[in-house]
T-cell receptor, first 112, second 112 residues
Framework: GEDVEQSLFLSVREGDSSVINCTYT??????LYWYKQEPGAGLQLLTY?????DMKQDQRLTVLLNKKDKHLSLRIADTQTGDSAIYFC????????????FGSGTQLTVLP | NAGVTQTPKFQVLKTGQSMTLQCAQD?????MSWYRQDPGMGLRLIHY???????DQGEVPNGYNVSRSTTEDFPLRLLSAAPSQTSVYFC???????????FGPGTRLTVL
């Protein structure tokens, strides 16, 4: 099965770039996802990347995928206070159950 | 579309009590799942269903039952609540295009 790991905390200054990192174990993962969770809310899908892609850009968000090292990153440009939240990476395997496995989440704090 | 809805938002139980957490989706998704979220542990899969009449266990199924009599509804039952079940519970359904998961707003459960 899939195992996904993230660092727990990241602090950045407003206006700087944030980079949240994630490693995964299942090389057969077809899709990898980034979710955002604001306080007291459910998880919101931010972006995803298909396993045959190296990079995906969506406005201020850039996802990089290094399949060799099984490393996924999310870069947020010009980080704002509204970006403060918990960010989860998740992978889905190609097995019959196609389970989604989440990392433990990275708490991003944006300082003014 | 309302998306994924969950009731109640908050619940306090005494040890040994039973209750049902409700989940419904109006997107005609076949795959639905229940997760629990505990600090520093990300989301852990409790039970999932790939369609009406079909359910299966996830990573942490003990103490929970589910049923799926319709495509729309996927209730989670706690038969005899224990303090270890104090957590935030999220229901999710899965889209077909990118296998993205849509989450409900969560139920915060406290077992005394």
């Amino acid at each position: 099965g899939e195992d996904v790991e993230q660092s727990l905390f990241l602090s950045v200054r407003e206006g700087d770039s944030s980079v949240i990192n994630c490693t995964y174990t299942d090389s057969s993962s077809t899709y990898l996802y980034w979710y955002k969770q604001e306080p007291g809310a459910g998880l919101q899908l931010l972006t995803y990347i298909f396993s045959n892609m190296d990079m995906k850009q969506d406005q201020r968000l850039t996802v990089l995928l290094n399949k060799k090292d099984k490393h996924l990153s999310l870069r947020i440009a010009d980080t704002q206070t509204g970006d403060s939240a918990i960010y989860f990476c998740a992978g889905i395997s190609s097995g019959s159950a196609r389970q989604l496995t989440f990392g433990s989440g990275t708490q991003l704090t944006v300082l003014p | 579309n309302a998306g994924v809805t969950q009731t109640p938002k908050f619940q306090v139980l005494k040890t040994g009590q039973s209750m049902t957490l409700q989940c419904a989706q109006d997107m005609n998704h076949e795959y639905m799942s229940w997760y629990r979220q505990d600090p520093g542990m990300g989301l852990r899969l409790i039970h999932y269903s790939v369609g009406a009449g079909i359910t299966d266990q996830g990573e942490v199924p003990n103490g929970y039952n589910v049923s799926r009599s319709t495509t729309e509804d996927f209730p989670l039952r706690l038969l005899s609540a224990a303090p270890s079940q104090t957590s935030v519970y999220f229901c999710a359904s899965r889209g077909l295009l990118y296998n993205e998961q849509f989450f409900g707003p969560g139920t915060r459960l406290t077992v005394l």
